[in-house]
């Protein structure tokens, strides 16, 4: 008998199908597994099956996880995806290998500062709001130019975009207009994407989909 497919090989299968349609390589998009409140133990089967980028929302948990987890599996890629305070802008520097949330002005400073601190660049997605809900984090959209010159004049590697687009209406709309943003500013990066929606955001241009519930279960609230 067959061995059913692993939620992993089921979302990598899912992508793939995603681009076939969107007549899109896939190697132009990365699955980040969302691990957050996630422990090590439900970790390490995704690690052995050979994924390789995660994606932590808190700067604490996964400097509590992933040393040890890295030891183990040097090649993971580590991705920063909620809210970042400055004054966590230093170990975030050290830890992670991407950082989707650059939001502000005082963050863009605190990062370079951090940067030089370190001796390491990390590339930053800046964070758009697109929906217009302050409390999810994201620059306005209206004052997005101003911080990417802003980034770009400290030397921040910009690698892209990133939205969270509004719980429970249509993300189509919303991955579109990130999708425009990003060719507008002339970044390649489109960090768009969760479980209920990863394919429909790579039909229009995710380069970066982060996806937890369907690799790990619902979580505990
Ligand atoms: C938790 C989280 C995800 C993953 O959400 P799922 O619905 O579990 O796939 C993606 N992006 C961000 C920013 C998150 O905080």
Not at 97 to 100: G, N, S
């Given at each position: 008998m067959e061995k059913a497919d692993s939620p992993l090989q089921q979302v990598q299968a899912n992508i793939a199908k995603a681009c076939k349609i969107a007549r899109r390589d896939p190697g132009d998009v990365t699955l980040i597994a969302v691990s957050k409140t996630r422990s090590a133990g439900a970790i390490t089967p995704l690690l052995i099956e050979g994924q390789r980028h995660f994606g932590e929302n808190r700067v604490q948990e996964a400097q509590e996880k992933w040393p040890a987890l890295r030891d183990e599996h040097p090649a993971v890629q580590l991705h920063l995806i909620g809210q970042l305070q400055s004054n966590k802008a230093e170990d975030a520097v050290r830890l992670f290998?991407?950082?989707?949330s650059l939001d502000r002005p005082s963050l863009v400073t605190a990062l370079a500062k951090a940067f030089d601190k370190v001796g390491r660049q990390v590339p930053c997605f800046v964070q758009v709001d697109v929906g217009d809900e302050p409390q999810k984090g994201g620059c306005p959209v209206a004052e997005l130019p101003a911080l990417l010159e802003n980034a770009r004049g400290a030397g921040i590697p910009l690698a892209g975009l990133m939205c969270i687009p509004p719980a429970d209406i249509e993300p189509a709309p919303f991955f579109a207009f990130l999708d425009t943003l990003a060719r507008d500013h002339g970044l390649v990066g489109r960090s768009m994407g969760m479980s209920g929606d990863y394919e429909t955001a790579i039909r229009l241009g995710a380069t970066h989909v982060r996806v937890g519930t369907a690799l790990f279960g619902e979580r505990d609230t």
């Open positions: 290998d991407a950082i989707h």
